[in-house]
């Protein structure tokens, strides 16, 4: 079985300040492990995906995050928050090759102060 | 393409009612994927196809849920003998790939519903 945990439900920060989102995972097979955000009103759009190529990931509007195998963690940051980032931040997992089900954390929702 | 669609955005039913919601996949994605989403948590797994052919099923489809794609392109998900505990949002997904390949998976803008 998979899952996923996402420690802290709201996360907030200034303004030009560095984001940390934290994600930890359990699973029995090697996992891909996925950063989505989620824009009010809107659906799911994926921020970066690690498949067991290289462990930093590079994303979509500046984040990365870094897949930390001793930890079972995959942590995302943006090295500058804008306020454009505020939006709920969603960490998946998924079994390698075929595996079509992600599961997905509760989510952290990211709020940016001015 | 305007990505994927869901129909309606929003829907209120009197608890014991049946409801239908409608999902239009990018058009070349052979694969679609309903989940279901409470408030404050993350997406849950319904069930999935491949082209028509319903490949797996969530122990949370219940069996009042039912979904169908007939003939490989729209789905549709049926909720029949509503109760309050449905309320969520529905959301619709397709790919062309499993969710580590290639774009991943396309969310369409969910359905939600109110069960009152």
């Known amino acids: 079985a998979q899952s996923v945990t996402q420690l802290g439900s709201h996360v907030s920060v200034s303004e030009g300040a560095l984001v940390l989102l934290r994600c930890n995972y359990s699973?029995?097979?090697?996992?891909?492990l996925f950063w989505y955000v989620q824009y009010p009103n809107q659906g799911l759009q994926l921020l970066l995906k690690?498949?067991?190529?290289?462990?930093l990931v590079k994303g979509i509007n500046g984040f990365e995050a870094e897949f930390k195998k001793s930890e079972t963690s995959f942590h995302l940051t943006k090295p500058s928050a804008h306020m454009s980032d505020a939006a709920e931040y969603f960490c998946?997992?998924?079994?390698?090759?075929?595996?079509?089900?992600?599961?997905f954390g509760q989510g952290t929702r990211l709020t940016i102060n001015p | 393409d305007t990505g994927v669609s869901q129909d309606p955005r929003h829907k209120i039913t009197k608890r014991g009612q049946n409801v239908t919601f409608r999902c239009d996949p990018i058009s070349e994605h052979n694969r679609l994927y309903w989940y279901r989403q409470t408030l404050g948590q993350g997406p849950e797994f319904l069930t999935y196809f491949q082209n028509e052919a319903q490949l797996e099923k969530s122990r949370l489809l219940s069996d009042r849920f039912s979904a169908e794609r007939p003939k490989g392109s729209f789905s549709t998900l049926e909720i029949q003998r509503t109760e309050q505990g449905d309320s969520a949002m529905y959301l619709c997904?397709?790919?062309?790939?499993?969710?580590?390949?290639?774009?991943?998976?396309?969310f369409g803008s969910g359905t939600r519903l109110t069960v009152v």
């Open positions: 690690y498949t067991s190529a290289a462990t």
């Open positions: 699973s029995s097979v090697p996992p891909y």
């Open positions: 998946a997992v998924s079994g390698p090759g075929g595996a079509q089900k992600l599961v």
């Open positions: 997904a397709s790919s062309l790939s499993s969710p580590a390949g290639g774009e991943g998976y396309t």
